[in-house]
């Protein structure tokens, strides 16, 4: 046996000591003793690895909690639209055929009254056509005259004269638009207004297909917001909107209104359901075409679970919180969305009032992590 240079006292081999192989002194019983106690001590329980057993203790410094409420909560539906003119109180006109733009009587921007000449257009084509239509419906006529005095003679069979009848009932029916093509050689405002839109030129060839003048009440517009069909399902006629410009609340206050109708079909474009407003109050003159951001009322839950904002984690199409236990533990929690306001979201499943949730740092947090309260 080795002796140390410092006081001669024994040097011993730990490990072969622990193992048995040599004689063991005292003092090396001691050593060997507290060797095992040490490694012991370090090794960890159940069969985990000394890294799993640090990832499932992991302290969260600078995380804050707060309790979720029940308290009531005013539930909303947000979206965009845009300002329309409502039916009724809106027209778009254009030629009744081919033609060509003879006069134009106002521009765009001007006030019209109902009944006001608009844009004339060349007549003869209109006059040539009902003049025609007048004589066929002579000539049907005297035919159908003839066939029901034969019928009645027993010289032509009855289907004679329904034939007869038909023809003369078309005759009539194309008499009527020709009539109608003929009147709408001038355009007259069907509805007291201003002219919102104009592309009519003078002297320029058109047809029935080519709008050409808007004409529109402005004190009666609408704002058609596009919503999802759950939001929609939730939307009543009669609930208060509140309206702001732009694409957010951020913009400026443009007054209140009443969801007026809901619509019945999702558009096939833009697979959303278009809820008419009408605006009662604006703050300022709308424009038709122009974005609005509105905000339903859609109901009150007198005992909503509320949680602040901050403590909503987004995972997928979904939300999580984390749950704090008694032991201060997180625990995550997969959590229904209903409805928001500037600072808190409503839980309308997966956590109760009174939990404890994880708000500032949820981000930075894993299940089953320690939460170690920051201070504020």
């Given at each position: 046996?080795?002796?140390?240079r410092v006081?001669?006292?024994p040097l011993v081999?730990v490990?072969?000591l622990?193992?048995?192989?040599?004689?063991?002194?005292?003092?090396?019983?001691?050593l060997?003793g507290?060797?095992q106690l040490?490694a012991?001590?370090?090794a960890?329980s159940g069969?985990?690895?000394?890294s799993?057993?640090?990832?499932?203790?992991q302290a969260?410094v600078?995380a804050?909690?707060a309790?979720a409420?029940v308290?009531?909560?005013e539930?909303?539906?947000?979206?965009?639209g845009?300002?329309?003119p409502?039916?009724?109180?809106?027209?778009d006109?254009?030629?009744?055929?081919?033609?060509?733009v003879?006069?134009i009587?106002?521009?765009?921007g001007q006030?019209?009254?109902a009944?006001?000449?608009?844009?004339?257009f060349?007549?003869?084509?209109?006059?040539a056509?009902?003049r025609?239509?007048?004589?066929?419906?002579?000539v049907?006529?005297?035919a159908?005259?003839r066939a029901?005095?034969l019928?009645a003679?027993?010289?032509l069979?009855?289907?004679?004269?329904?034939?007869?009848a038909?023809?003369?009932?078309?005759a009539?029916?194309?008499?009527?638009?020709?009539?109608?093509?003929?009147?709408?050689?001038t355009?007259h405002a069907?509805?007291?207004?201003?002219?919102?839109r104009?592309?009519?030129?003078?002297?320029?060839?058109?047809?029935?297909?080519?709008?050409?003048?808007?004409v529109?009440?402005?004190?009666?517009?609408d704002?058609?917001?596009?919503?999802?069909p759950?939001?929609?399902?939730r939307v009543?006629p009669?609930?208060r909107?509140?309206f702001?410009?732009g694409?957010s609340?951020a913009?400026?206050?443009?007054?209140t209104g009443?969801v007026?109708?809901v619509?019945?079909a999702v558009?096939?474009?833009?697979?959303?359901?278009?809820?008419?407003?009408?605006?009662g109050?604006a703050?300022?003159?709308l424009?038709?075409?122009?974005?609005?951001f509105?905000?339903?009322?859609?109901?009150?839950?007198l005992r909503?679970v509320?949680?602040?904002?901050e403590?909503?984690?987004?995972?997928g199409?979904r939300?999580?919180?984390f749950?704090?236990?008694?032991a201060?533990?997180?625990?995550?929690r997969?959590?229904?969305?209903g409805?928001?306001?500037?600072t808190?979201a409503e839980?309308?499943s997966g956590?109760?009032?009174?939990?404890t949730?994880?708000?500032?740092?949820?981000?930075?947090?894993?299940d089953s992590?320690?939460i170690?309260?920051?201070k504020p």
């Amino acid at each position: 046996m080795r002796r140390s240079r410092v006081g001669r006292l024994p040097l011993v081999d730990v490990p072969q000591l622990a193992a048995g192989r040599r004689a063991v002194s005292p003092l090396a019983a001691v050593l060997v003793g507290v060797w095992q106690l040490a490694a012991g001590s370090c090794a960890p329980s159940g069969g985990e690895t000394e890294s799993e057993a640090r990832a499932n203790v992991q302290a969260v410094v600078g995380a804050r909690t707060a309790v979720a409420a029940v308290a009531p909560f005013e539930r909303t539906v947000s979206a965009l639209g845009v300002v329309a003119p409502r039916p009724g109180r809106y027209a778009d006109l254009g030629a009744p055929g081919p033609t060509r733009v003879t006069s134009i009587h106002v521009v765009a921007g001007q006030a019209v009254r109902a009944g006001d000449a608009l844009i004339e257009f060349d007549r003869g084509p209109f006059d040539a056509a009902a003049r025609s239509a007048e004589a066929a419906v002579t000539v049907a006529r005297n035919a159908h005259d003839r066939a029901v005095r034969l019928a009645a003679a027993g010289i032509l069979p009855r289907k004679d004269v329904d034939q007869a009848a038909a023809d003369l009932a078309q005759a009539e029916a194309t008499l009527v638009s020709a009539q109608r093509a003929q009147a709408l050689a001038t355009l007259h405002a069907p509805v007291a207004g201003v002219v919102t839109r104009m592309t009519a030129v003078l002297g320029a060839n058109v047809d029935a297909a080519q709008p050409l003048i808007e004409v529109a009440d402005l004190s009666a517009l609408d704002v058609v917001l596009d919503l999802t069909p759950a939001d929609a399902a939730r939307v009543r006629p009669g609930q208060r909107v509140a309206f702001w410009s732009g694409a957010s609340a951020a913009g400026d206050s443009l007054g209140t209104g009443v969801v007026g109708e809901v619509g019945a079909a999702v558009d096939s474009a833009t697979r959303a359901i278009h809820v008419r407003v009408r605006v009662g109050r604006a703050g300022r003159a709308l424009k038709i075409g122009e974005t609005i951001f509105g905000r339903i009322a859609a109901g009150v839950d007198l005992r909503a679970v509320m949680v602040p904002l901050e403590a909503l984690v987004p995972e997928g199409e979904r939300f999580k919180v984390f749950v704090v236990d008694s032991a201060g533990i997180a625990h995550a929690r997969e959590v229904t969305v209903g409805g928001r306001s500037e600072t808190a979201a409503e839980i309308t499943s997966g956590l109760v009032g009174g939990e404890t949730v994880v708000t500032y740092g949820a981000y930075g947090v894993s299940d089953s992590a320690r939460i170690v309260p920051a201070k504020p």
